[in-house]
C-alpha cells in the first residue's frame, strides 16, 4: 500500500520480477484500500482472465 502525495492511499500489485501488473485506484482511507488488497486475495484466484495477447 502506498500513499499518495495527496495523503490518499492506493495498491500496486508486483509481479515476482518487482515489476508494478496493476494499480488500484485511490481511496481516502488506508481501511479501503486495505479492503482492496483483500478483495483481490478473495476473488482473484477463481476471476475470470482474457489473454489478450493470442493470435486472433
Do not use: L, W
Amino acid at each position: 500500500m502506498v500513499e499518495s502525495k495527496d495523503g490518499q492511499h492506493f495498491v500496486r500489485f508486483k509481479a515476482s520480477n518487482g515489476e508494478t501488473m496493476v494499480r488500484s485506484e485511490t481511496y481516502a482511507s488506508k481501511a479501503s484500500a486495505k479492503n482492496c488488497i483483500e478483495s483481490v486475495k478473495k476473488n482473484g484466484p477463481d476471476a475470470p482472465t482474457d489473454d489478450e495477447t493470442a493470435s486472433a
